[in-house]
């Protein structure tokens, strides 16, 4: 029997002044905030689509999590879960460690162009290698996925995600650099995530 596939998406309760703070440097807190809160819903009822519910299961890992139940933003077929404290690695950490058995993909929601092909992609991947990546174009990634299985939890635990330089175009080395020559890595189509008024504005020509 095949194990569940599962899909975490980050996500933050939309606060226009707390939302997207680099982003609303360049472009104000109002159109971060109108940003991210159209993206979001975007990507996620994209990934939820007809038929895509026997794929793979939709977790929404939130923030503030305070906020989070107050809130109608977020679909009601889909299970919150708390992002935890810590840093991002920390955080995306938290669902690889605690879901039930099966693959995990864990994306952003402020990729506009994340497509449910990506998704698919990404746990094929995972048939054949330990990790997979979705680079971003600025030295990032948008998307990091685990098997789980043989060898996860217990031997990539120690050090998944450790000293990561995080926001800088370090952050996909960094993380491979955790990772000795045993994990098989795949990594997948390069996508783009808006974090600054110029990806702001290249996203909105393209």
Do not use: C
């Not at 994209?46 to 519910?53: A, I, K, N, T, V």
């Not at 929601?109 to 991947?125: E, G, L």
């Not at 217990?154 to 952050?171: C, I, N």
């Not at 955790?178 to 290249?202: G, H, K, M, P």
């Amino acid at each position: 029997m095949a194990l569940q596939k599962h899909l975490v998406i980050m996500v933050k309760v939309p606060q226009i002044g707390a939302t997207k703070t680099r982003l609303a440097a360049g472009i104000g807190p109002l159109a971060a905030w109108r940003f991210y809160r159209n993206t979001t819903t975007s990507v996620i009822r994209r990934l939820s689509g007809q038929g895509l519910s026997a794929k793979w299961k939709i977790w929404l890992a939130v923030t503030p999590e305070r906020l989070a139940a107050g809130t109608r933003f977020w679909p009601a077929e889909h299970v919150l879960i708390e992002q935890g404290r810590g840093d991002l690695g920390r955080r995306m950490a938290k669902p690889m460690l605690d879901l039930p058995p099966g693959p995990v993909v864990v994306i952003g929601s402020d990729v506009p162009n994340i497509q449910p092909r990506h998704i698919d992609q990404a746990f094929a991947a995972l048939e054949g290698n330990d990790v997979v990546f979705g680079p971003a174009d600025d030295g990032g990634y948008w998307l990091v996925g685990l098997k789980r299985r043989p060898v996860f939890p217990g031997r990539l635990r120690p050090r998944l995600f450790a000293s990561v330089r995080w926001s800088t175009e370090h952050a996909l080395a960094d993380t491979i650099a955790q990772l000795d020559n045993r994990y098989r890595v795949a990594r997948i189509d390069v996508l783009s995530d808006v974090d600054t008024a110029e990806d702001f504005e290249r996203w909105r020509k393209s």
